[in-house]
């Protein structure tokens, strides 16, 4: 099905990359060329974006139904606006509001000139029949050597997709008849690419049929982070109120695992319905405290003092000279000029951070702590910190045993912190900076939080929904450890299900090119939800860890380290927090000290 209108030849560089649509024309003669390169904004068949005023000069869907330019601009998705999403650099249309927005996909190629380690297109589906299923097409890569591998790309609906793998939710949709109140979604997806190939073009896929439109608003090469490394993050587990912050400065501890020469931090509007200012932001070695060691150095981003980071979107700072070691503290000062209600937070820091107080102003560029008269125990908004040079880095991949939970606050004894520096420590293998991808109460196949709107919630959306943003997104990431399970057992999840969902996870992680270690779950007899029913399926799924015909490419039986030789189903009483559930720090030791070094290398 197509509701758009004819191809018209246009272009447009989204991502840093020249993209161009071709389509052949019908009435064209046999000896013109129909594979001409062609610009895309002015390609774009279909206009999905009407202002309020005369929301019936759009159809979005062939319904008469469209997004609203206003609840965008409030977004902070105004019209050629760049939009980072998931680490790739995608460009808002121009033409948004105004004139067509968006190609409806039908076999068209796109001539995409670079190289990149995935592609990422801002996509949604629609029907005329109302909210759908979304629609799945099959496309093609062309590479410059001659040789092509399809892909697959999946578009969820506008109107019924889930909001846990949004790129940004709008409140309203536009009819002739008015305005609804209904929410409306985009979605940025990405598919692989053949690692060591330069791409030449990408065919989209062919019409799907009259169910559905696969509507695509821009496309990118997502660029590697080439001579960096992750070396601290922290993943968005939900959306909270706070405060509300009023010209405040927040002053964010993180600890480093890799060190390097110049540095460059992450921010993350994930969640959100509005765009948040940054006024200005500073990083700095910690002395104690909030107090920095000498002056702190001022962050830019893209230039400028401050950002706006649009709702859904992520910034990347302009990198930094700044000696960074490795195994110690930072100090990010984020200012917030404006009221902030709400913000997407990491809950379980297990680090003391520190706020300065209402109206206090910009604080970010202080050496000393005064001002900052109150503390934190989360991590709004930063969620990684990258430094020049290294080797790429081990993503630790869990829920609260990773996150630290039950470990001693402000030590840095979270077994992804020992692993990190079992890794400095040696030679054999490369010392990778190791990221914490873990969650408290976290689940890999169900939401803990929905992935829309303010909540108490703050499990995050399952590893499933958030495997882009969270682990193939980072920085220099070559290895994942993935340690996860026990709360959809708590839960009532069936052991069939967790494995299911503990194959796709490592499927996709090796898709792009990720080496995959398993790790086996840990025991937790005595904590009220681990019934003898949940035992018996942990068992079943350890079982399979252990022997999964490949699924992973090594495994770590974390089960056999922590639990009692006496009393398999429960933690060793020395490895045990008190809870039954959580390892306290000797336990954490234990568990990144049985790692086999080489396991994570290959």
């Given at each position: 099905?197509?509701?758009?209108?004819?191809?018209?030849?246009?272009?447009?560089?989204?991502?840093?990359?020249?993209?161009?649509l071709?389509?052949p024309?019908p009435?064209?003669?046999?000896?013109?060329?129909?594979?001409?390169?062609?610009?895309l904004?002015?390609?774009?068949?279909?206009?999905?974006?009407?202002?309020?005023?005369?929301?019936g000069?759009?159809?979005?869907?062939?319904?008469?139904?469209?997004?609203s330019?206003?609840?965008?601009?409030a977004?902070?998705?105004?019209?050629?606006?760049?939009?980072?999403?998931?680490?790739?650099?995608?460009?808002?249309?121009?033409?948004?509001?105004?004139?067509?927005?968006?190609?409806?996909?039908d076999?068209?190629t796109?001539?995409?000139?670079?190289?990149?380690?995935?592609?990422?297109?801002?996509?949604?589906?629609?029907s005329?029949?109302?909210?759908?299923?979304?629609?799945?097409?099959?496309?093609?890569?062309?590479?410059?050597?001659?040789?092509?591998?399809?892909?697959?790309?999946?578009?969820?609906?506008?109107?019924?997709?889930?909001?846990?793998?949004?790129?940004?939710?709008?409140?309203?949709?536009n009819?002739?008849?008015?305005?609804?109140?209904?929410?409306?979604?985009?979605?940025?997806?990405?598919?692989?690419l053949?690692?060591?190939?330069?791409?030449?073009?990408?065919?989209?896929p062919?019409?799907?049929?009259?169910?559905?439109?696969?509507?695509?608003?821009?496309?990118?090469?997502?660029?590697?982070?080439?001579?960096?490394?992750?070396?601290?993050?922290?993943?968005?587990?939900?959306?909270?109120?706070?405060?509300?912050?009023?010209?405040?400065?927040?002053?964010l501890?993180?600890?480093t695992?890799?060190?390097?020469?110049?540095?460059?931090?992450?921010?993350?509007?994930?969640?959100?319905?509005?765009?948040?200012?940054?006024?200005?932001?500073?990083?700095?070695?910690?002395?104690?405290g909030?107090?920095?060691?000498?002056?702190?150095?001022?962050?830019?981003?893209g230039?400028r003092p401050?950002?706006?980071?649009?709702?859904?979107?992520?910034?990347?700072?302009?990198?930094?000279?700044?000696?960074?070691?490795?195994?110690?503290?930072?100090?990010?000062?984020?200012?917030l000029?404006?009221?902030?209600?709400?913000?997407?937070?990491?809950?379980?820091?297990?680090?003391?951070?520190y706020?300065?107080?209402?109206?206090?102003?910009?604080?970010?560029?202080?050496?000393?702590?005064?001002?900052?008269?109150?503390?934190?125990?989360?991590?709004?908004?930063?969620?990684?910190?990258?430094?020049?040079?290294?080797?790429?880095?081990?993503?630790?991949?869990?829920?609260?045993i990773?996150?630290?939970?039950?470990?001693?606050?402000?030590?840095?004894?979270?077994?992804?912190?020992?692993?990190?520096?079992?890794?400095?420590?040696?030679?054999?293998?490369?010392a990778?900076?190791?990221?914490?991808?873990?969650?408290?109460a976290n689940r890999?196949?169900?939401?803990?939080?929905?992935?829309?709107?303010?909540?108490?919630?703050?499990?995050?959306?399952?590893?499933?929904?958030?495997?882009?943003?969270d682990?193939?997104?980072?920085?220099?990431?070559?290895?994942?450890?993935?340690?996860?399970?026990?709360?959809?057992?708590?839960w009532?999840?069936s052991?069939?299900?967790?494995?299911?969902?503990?194959?796709?996870?490592?499927?996709?992680?090796?898709?792009?090119?990720q080496?995959?270690?398993?790790a086996?779950?840990?025991?937790?007899?005595?904590?009220s939800?681990?019934?003898?029913?949940?035992e018996?399926?942990?068992s079943?799924?350890?079982?399979?860890?252990?022997?999964?015909?490949?699924?992973?490419?090594a495994?770590?039986?974390?089960?056999?380290?922590?639990?009692?030789?006496?009393?398999?189903?429960?933690?060793?009483?020395?490895?045990?927090?008190?809870?039954?559930?959580h390892?306290?720090?000797?336990?954490?030791?234990?568990?990144?000290?049985?790692?086999?070094?080489?396991?994570?290398?290959g």
């Amino acid at each position: 099905m197509r509701v758009g209108r004819p191809w018209a030849t246009a272009g447009v560089v989204a991502g840093g990359v020249t993209l161009a649509l071709i389509a052949p024309s019908p009435a064209a003669p046999a000896d013109v060329p129909t594979h001409k390169p062609l610009p895309l904004e002015r390609l774009f068949d279909n206009r999905a974006v009407s202002d309020d005023a005369r929301p019936g000069d759009a159809d979005f869907d062939g319904a008469g139904a469209s997004l609203s330019v206003q609840d965008l601009l409030a977004a902070g998705w105004t019209p050629g606006r760049a939009i980072a999403l998931d680490a790739a650099r995608l460009t808002w249309p121009r033409s948004a509001g105004a004139r067509p927005d968006n190609v409806i996909a039908d076999g068209q190629t796109v001539r995409l000139r670079g190289r990149g380690e995935a592609l990422t297109f801002l996509v949604a589906s629609s029907s005329p029949n109302g909210p759908g299923a979304g629609t799945t097409g099959v496309g093609t890569v062309r590479y410059r050597d001659g040789s092509s591998h399809p892909y697959t790309l999946s578009a969820p609906d506008w109107r019924a997709g889930p909001a846990a793998t949004k790129a940004v939710g709008l409140p309203h949709l536009n009819t002739a008849a008015g305005q609804r109140q209904e929410t409306a979604r985009l979605y940025a997806v990405t598919v692989p690419l053949e690692r060591g190939h330069e791409v030449a073009s990408v065919v989209l896929p062919g019409d799907p049929g009259p169910a559905a439109d696969l509507h695509v608003f821009a496309a990118s090469l997502r660029q590697p982070a080439y001579g960096w490394t992750g070396s601290w993050a922290a993943n968005t587990a939900g959306y909270t109120e706070v405060g509300p912050w009023s010209d405040q400065t927040l002053r964010l501890v993180v600890h480093t695992s890799a060190g390097g020469p110049g540095a460059r931090v992450r921010l993350e509007n994930t969640f959100a319905a509005a765009p948040v200012e940054i006024g200005h932001a500073t990083v700095a070695l910690q002395a104690s405290g909030a107090a920095a060691q000498g002056s702190p150095v001022p962050l830019t981003f893209g230039g400028r003092p401050g950002t706006s980071v649009p709702a859904g979107a992520q910034v990347f700072s302009d990198p930094v000279h700044l000696p960074v070691p490795a195994d110690a503290n930072l100090l990010v000062s984020i200012h917030l000029p404006g009221t902030v209600a709400a913000v997407p937070v990491h809950s379980q820091a297990t680090q003391r951070s520190y706020l300065s107080a209402a109206g206090s102003g910009d604080r970010t560029a202080e050496p000393g702590g005064a001002s900052y008269t109150g503390t934190l125990t989360t991590w709004p908004f930063l969620t990684g910190v990258d430094v020049r040079g290294g080797p790429g880095s081990v993503v630790a991949l869990g829920d609260s045993i990773t996150d630290g939970t039950k470990s001693t606050d402000d030590a840095n004894r979270r077994w992804p912190d020992v692993l990190a520096r079992r890794l400095r420590a040696q030679s054999e293998v490369p010392a990778y900076g190791v990221v914490n991808a873990g969650i408290s109460a976290n689940r890999v196949v169900a939401d803990r939080y929905p992935g829309e709107g303010v909540s108490t919630d703050t499990g995050g959306v399952s590893t499933q929904h958030r495997l882009e943003r969270d682990v193939l997104a980072q920085t220099g990431a070559r290895t994942v450890v993935i340690f996860q399970g026990i709360n959809d057992l708590r839960w009532g999840s069936s052991a069939e299900e967790l494995i299911a969902g503990l194959r796709s996870v490592a499927a996709r992680l090796r898709e792009r090119g990720q080496r995959v270690v398993g790790a086996t779950i840990a025991p937790c007899e005595g904590e009220s939800l681990c019934t003898a029913d949940a035992e018996v399926r942990r068992s079943a799924v350890n079982a399979f860890i252990r022997d999964s015909g490949g699924a992973f490419d090594a495994v770590l039986d974390f089960d056999a380290v922590v639990r009692d030789p006496e009393h398999p189903a429960r933690i060793l009483p020395a490895y045990d927090s008190g809870d039954h559930l959580h390892p306290g720090d000797a336990g954490l030791r234990a568990m990144a000290e049985s790692i086999d070094l080489r396991k994570l290398a290959g």
